[in-house]
């Protein structure tokens, strides 16, 4: 399992525990030597965040303050994982943190609002909003989000997979579980590794992604839904396989085989990849 399965989770998964979730952290004192985060809560670094962050996606209107909690270029993936870091879940995954979590609000995503300017993909699901104080603190930036039940919002990620985003939980200052997202091609994190080269901002799923070739037609279906090119086609096999070392277990691609062909194993199962996590 993951770094953050051992440190925060107990060697079980760590999104799912619930001491992650809690006031508790929310109001904790920290103490750091991140000087930014120095002598502040989370629930202080959660009003920043929102107003600089997520705020100028809700409204269309772009701050003139650097977004907090966005690492910076010299910042190392040490650093990171402890200030906002993530970790890719499949659908099955993400309906137990949504069963976790106190409230679900779906917003503009502030990534995506920094990568292309538009305000009007609600593609983020902020966890535990009101126990930030957000709505009574930005009343005109939050007039327009949407606070869903949490069959609503499973109901919308099962769509969000069919459309291939890659689904992943996010923390404020970790453990703290604070963001669940979509990504693709618009993503920061992901664009920052995937085109330009740089570490990775989110540990890869506790799963991989493996093909029953008895059951795959060779219709390459779920090569489309693919976002990190793990999937390849054989013309002389007439089949697709999936290298595990590419492949970060998100499992979008089974939303689009028609023959079930495609499964989710545990890492820990593969040898090549069961400590493949950042690289």
Known sequence: MCEFCTKHGEGKKWYLQMKNYTDVLLHEVLSSSLKEIDGTTRLELGHRRFQSFMVPAITGVPSTEPPTGQPSEVEDVEIRKVKHFGQVLPIEDVKEVIDKANSITRMACGCRFLTTGKADKRYCFGLGMDKLGIFGRFPEATSSLEV????????????????????????MITPYVFTLCNCDRDCRPY???????????????EYICEIDWELCTGCKSCMSQCQFGAQFYSSALGRVSIEPSRCFGCGVC????????????????????????LE
């Open 191 to 205: 664009r920052d590794y995937m085109v330009k080269g740089k570490p990775l901002r989110f540990f890869r799923a």
């Open 148 to 171: 869903l039940d949490k069959e609503e919002a499973k109901s919308i990620f099962g769509k969000y997979d069919e459309e291939g985003l890659v689904h992943s939980v996010w923390t």
């Open 254 to 277: 089974r939303a689009q085989c028609p023959n079930n062909a495609i499964r989710l194993i545990p890492r820990s199962e593969n040898p090549q990849v069961a400590d493949l996590w």
